[in-house]
C-alpha cells in the first residue's frame, strides 16, 4: 500500500476547520450560559412581580375595608365613592 500525504493547503484546510469547529463551541458554550443566567433572571422577576401584585391586592383590600369602595385620585388624595 503506497503512503499518500496530504497536501499543505489541504493540513491547513482541515485545521482551519478544527479551529473553527472549536471557536463555534465556545460561543456555543457561552450562550448557552447566557441563556441559563437569563431565565434564572426571568424566574426572579416573575417571583417579584407575584410579590408585588399580592401587596397591591393587600393594600386595596385594606384600603376598601377603610373607605369602602371606590376610586382614589393619586394626584389629589382624594378618595371618591362609589354611587
Known amino acids: 500500500m ?3 500525504v496530504l497536501t499543505e493547503d489541504e493540513i491547513n484546510n482541515i485545521k482551519s476547520l478544527k ?3 472549536k471557536k463555534l463551541t465556545e460561543v456555543i458554550g457561552e450562550t448557552e450560559v447566557q441563556i441559563m ?3 434564572f433572571r426571568k ?3 416573575k417571583v417579584n ?3 408585588i401584585q399580592q401587596e397591591e391586592a393587600t393594600l386595596a383590600k385594606g384600603l ?3 373607605y369602602g369602595e371606590g376610586t382614589i385620585s393619586l394626584e389629589s388624595g382624594e ?3 362609589n354611587k
Open 64 to 66: 376598601e375595608d377603610k
Open 2 to 4: 503506497e503512503k499518500k
Open 49 to 51: 412581580f407575584q410579590q
Open 43 to 45: 424566574e426572579q422577576l
Open 19 to 21: 479551529e473553527q469547529f
Open 79 to 81: 378618595f371618591l365613592p
Open 37 to 39: 443566567n437569563l431565565e
